[in-house]
């Protein structure tokens, strides 16, 4: 009886160390952990997911001085792209997807441009994917002359992790303030670029790239085809107790023979 137990479980051991794990379905607005980071789902397609850091993860401006300045040639883009993504370990970067990045004009003023479209495995949300997945009030059906400079969405999404106080009073309430955040698209000027302020207002005038105080919230496509890092810990800990189980075995069957 002892026999077949501990083979059943040798073999139960052996299965889990063997079978990678599997990856979870997700849907858009889910939480969940990649990479050492909380990230919010905001879309599903084709085994891929759209995702958005939860939090602000740090302050950086947008480009390391003031100038006129597109996506493709920032400081911010070569940073994500660079040491931002070289600090996933091996097997979350393979499950990275590369992406067309697409750089429209300010779909408020038309200027400046947006500059050329870029391959990115990490980026900046636009103001259109912003639109997209979060609304924009209906601005964009008026005509030009008649939007708002700027508008509001679900304040949930503000991150609240850094409580900024406004004019050096610290009146705001930090349940319902959080820290501003950059996007991609250009401002109203090409030394400018829209964010997202800590109350979930949209500013599609923009702020000034050198700003070094502007919030960071990555986005990426994630492959969920392929199995997730589980890390050495728990492979570690089924090979030991498989190990362990064997030798239990093992030593059993000689004293049978003895």
């Not at 050492?36 to 084709?46: A, E, F, M």
Request: proline share 3%; net charge negative.
């Amino acid at each position: 009886m002892k026999r077949k137990f501990l083979s059943g479980f040798i073999a139960v051991v052996f299965v889990f160390v063997r079978v990678p794990s599997v990856t979870a379905a997700v849907t858009a607005g889910q939480v969940i952990q990649f990479g050492g980071y909380d990230w919010r789902v905001l879309d599903v397609q084709d085994g891929r997911a759209l995702l958005l850091s939860d939090k602000v993860l740090e302050e950086r401006p947008y480009n390391d001085t003031k100038t006129n300045i597109t996506w493709a040639e920032s400081d911010i883009r070569a940073y994500l792209n660079g040491a931002f993504f070289n600090s996933f370990n091996e097997a979350d970067k393979a499950r990275i997807a590369q992406t067309t990045v697409i750089n429209d004009d300010n779909p408020w003023f038309g200027t400046p441009p947006g500059g050329e479209d870029t391959d990115d495995y990490i980026f900046l949300l636009s103001l259109d994917e912003l639109v997209l997945y979060f609304g924009d009030a209906d601005e964009l059906a008026k005509p030009e002359d008649e939007r708002e400079e700027w508008w509001g969405f679900d304040g949930v999404h503000a991150d609240k992790r850094m409580v900024r106080c406004i004019v050096n009073s610290c009146w705001c309430n930090s349940e319902t303030y959080g820290h501003w955040w950059w996007l991609r698209s250009p401002g109203i000027f090409s030394y400018d670029a829209a964010y997202v302020n800590g109350y979930g207002i949209v500013i599609v005038l923009g702020n000034s790239v050198h700003d070094d105080d502007g919030g960071v919230r990555p986005a990426l496509w994630l492959d969920m085809k392929q199995p997730a890092d589980t890390g050495a810990g728990g492979a570690g800990a089924a090979a030991a107790l498989f190990l362990v189980c064997a030798a239990v075995c093992i030593k059993s069957r000689k004293r049978r023979k003895m």
